[in-house]
């Protein structure tokens, strides 16, 4: 490498060549705006097919897969192991024959050889398969296949293709036959990676059965592998479960209870009849209360069977020491939902807010969005706290209102959250703190939250909210849970959270057990707020970009004063300015882009077309009648991504 020696021809050169770089950046270039929504392929397909289009509703020719499962399952103590059969009804609703079916095998996530991102708490051997058959037909399970015959791989794996002799043709349906067991992992910490069993007196039991994936118009089969951070994509369909447990052991599922008579005392069967007529929190078992003939009915073991329809998982849980208590909700439309909480008997102190929070965040979300859809809704401690699933959630008092949340997204509002997490853990985080806001009986504070988001732009780590948060990297939280509530103040401060509040509520109405992309989203609200705000999901959606504005000079000429706004980043933004005057002086006169907030301060808003010239730089002339200016404030609300507020304020 040569040496460059001061103020040799070399460096003078170089010198040259770099001052009038140096000067040109003090005059940013303009910047294309970019005002569409990129399609891909996949909504492209979509969109073709007429199963979906840009009024972001579902098409006339929208169709999903169904499943109906029929489970029997035995729980083995000591050593929580399971060991089930399970028959599958595939409902094939599409145009096209499925010439295969892909099985989604979770519990293989906590094998020694499973590729994954999250570390399991503990290593078991995944499924172990007994039977598969389609249609009768019984598959080899180890070996080559037989010539003209179903054959299945990928049985260690988390994903697993069944090859079908037969497609299953438009509008038929298949029966998949399994028989399988596991052990339930025994987490050594806090966490169960979303189930485990405490030694063998408690089990939370969840993705534990082999799944059909999700087959739809955008991909066809779901073959993502679950590799431990994102989590759902289901077909809806109904649950018939049977769960043989011994006696004395108190189970909570997802669905309602078909057989409390076989499984109860009759003590506990009259205490349970009370739950919808009292507002009251009801003991059905107590702490008292312990083994056959006393905390259940009498016997070795108990089969507890439930029923659930139009949900997308079935999960369960159960202990000999289990307290159950049950209260009832509200919901709008004048329906009673029983709500069962189920907690170990050293942690009733800790579960004694439950009933109330819980309560709240059913009522409020079905007045947010949509009514709370299901006929009950379950609450299970034990080593997993933070986790949800169709009429039940796996959580203590700190998370539960973001778990009973997920009640909406993913559970009735069925997005695909291993891709677009955002649309699942971000819009729940968001209305967490809509929630949050009403039981503490205060608006909720959104202002400062989109303005947050210039702090992060730039951030290499950071993957754009439209890539695949199964592999969101280093900052997959943030992609999925953080960054959709600065999205939504940010909307607000262009639409109004009350807008935005009532488009969703339409959005989630719309999309009711049916499976959304973030472009049906984007596109529905467009609609829904009656303006093209294509150019905000295109920068939110699809970029790390921010506005970073700020005021660049304010100058007055008689009672015409110039404020200079920039806008450094890429992500156009509407200019809100915030102008403070003084006590005294001329009345103040409102111009038609502007209102006064009180007696001496106004709010003047120019869209965001400003930008659309491609100019970086715009001039706000603002003319009051003459009342003096003391101070300015650009995004006074705080809404809009911005790397340094310091310099949205004038003067300095």
């Known amino acids: 490498m040569a040496t460059i020696r001061r103020g040799s021809g070399v460096l003078a050169a170089l010198l040259t060549a770099v001052l009038p770089l140096a000067a040109a950046a003090q005059q940013l270039p303009e910047r294309a705006v970019r005002r569409d929504i990129p399609l891909t392929n996949t909504i492209r397909r979509a969109f073709a097919a007429g199963t979906r289009d840009s009024t972001g509703r579902p098409g006339p020719k929208y169709w999903q897969t169904a499943v109906d499962y029929r489970i029997e399952a035995r729980l083995e103590i000591p050593g929580a192991r399971i060991a089930a059969r399970q028959s599958a009804v595939v409902h094939n609703q599409s145009p096209d024959p499925m010439r295969v079916i892909v099985l989604r095998l979770d519990q293989n996530i906590f094998r020694a050889d499973a590729v994954r991102l999250t570390r399991p708490p503990e290593i078991t051997d995944g499924f172990r398969f007994t039977r598969l058959a389609v249609n009768g037909q019984p598959l080899e399970l180890t070996g080559p296949p037989r010539p003209g015959s179903n054959s299945v791989f990928g049985l260690d794996q988390t994903v697993a293709t069944i090859q079908l002799a037969n497609?299953?043709?438009?509008?038929?349906?298949?029966?998949?036959?399994?028989?399988?067991?596991?052990?339930?992992?025994?987490?050594?910490?806090?966490?169960?990676?979303?189930h485990g069993a405490l030694g063998d007196t408690l089990v939370q039991v969840a993705q534990w059965y082999p799944r059909v994936a999700v087959f739809d118009d955008l991909r066809g089969w779901d073959t993502e592998p679950y590799l431990g951070a994102s989590e759902f994509y289901h077909n809806f369909g109904s649950f018939d479960v049977s769960l043989d447990v011994p006696a004395g052991w108190i189970v909570g599922a997802t669905g309602v209870l078909q057989n409390p008579e076989q499984v109860l005392t009759a003590a506990a069967q009259q205490r349970l009849q009370q739950v919808?007529?009292?507002?009251?929190?009801?003991?059905?078992?107590?702490a008292e209360a312990r083994g056959p003939g006393i905390a259940t009915a009498a016997g070795e073991r108990l089969v507890w069977r439930f029923r659930a329809d139009s949900v997308a998982d079935f999960a369960w849980g159960a202990s000999p020491v289990y307290v159950w208590q049950a209260t009832r909700v509200q919901a709008p439309g004048g329906r009673t939902i029983p709500m069962h909480i189920y907690f170990m008997r050293d942690r009733a102190s800790a579960f004694a807010q439950v009933p109330a929070v819980g309560r709240h965040a059913v009522e409020f979300y079905s007045r947010l969005w949509l009514p709370y859809a299901f006929p009950q809704l379950t609450v299970l401690d034990g080593p997993e706290l933070g986790?949800?699933?169709?009429?039940?959630?796996?959580?203590?008092?700190?998370?539960?209102?973001?778990?009973?949340?997920h009640e909406w997204w993913p559970m009735m509002v069925g997005v695909n959250e291993t891709w677009y997490g955002f649309m699942d853990e971000g819009f729940n985080s968001y209305m967490n703190i809509l929630s949050g806001a009403d039981r503490a009986q205060r608006p909720p504070r959104l202002d400062s939250l989109g303005m947050r988001y210039g702090q992060t732009s730039g951030n290499e780590q950071e993957a754009p909210l439209m890539w695949n948060a199964n592999y969101g990297g280093p900052m997959y939280r943030f992609q999925a849970y953080q960054k959709a509530p600065l999205l939504l103040s940010s909307l607000g401060g262009i639409v109004g959270d009350t807008a935005v509040w009532q488009a969703m509520s339409a959005y989630a109405r719309a999309w009711q057990f049916k499976h959304p992309s973030p472009w049906d989203f984007a596109f529905f609200m467009n609609r829904a707020l009656g303006r093209d705000l294509s150019w905000f999901w295109y920068y939110w959606l699809f970029t790390t970009e921010s506005s970073d504005g700020s005021i660049r000079s304010v100058t007055t000429s008689e009672n015409r004063t110039t404020v200079t706004i920039q806008q450094a980043g890429q992500m156009p933004a509407p200019v809100v300015l915030r102008v403070d005057f003084a006590a005294d002086g001329p009345a103040i006169r409102t111009p038609a882009n502007g209102r006064l907030l009180d007696a001496t301060s106004a709010l003047v808003m120019y869209p965001v077309d400003v930008w659309f010239n491609g100019s970086r730089s715009f001039d706000a002339v603002l003319d009051f009648g003459g009342r003096k200016i003391e101070r300015i404030t650009y995004d006074p609300f705080g809404r809009f991504p911005d790397r340094d507020p310091k310099d949205n304020v004038w003067p300095r």
């Open 167 to 194: 497609p299953i043709a438009p509008g038929a349906s298949a029966t998949l036959d399994l028989g399988w067991r596991f052990r339930v992992p025994h987490p050594p910490g806090s966490r169960g990676l979303r």
């Open 387 to 405: 986790m949800e699933y169709p009429m039940l959630v796996m959580s203590g008092l700190g998370a539960l209102d973001h778990e009973i949340g």
């Open 276 to 286: 919808p007529g009292t507002d009251d929190v009801v003991t059905v078992v107590g």
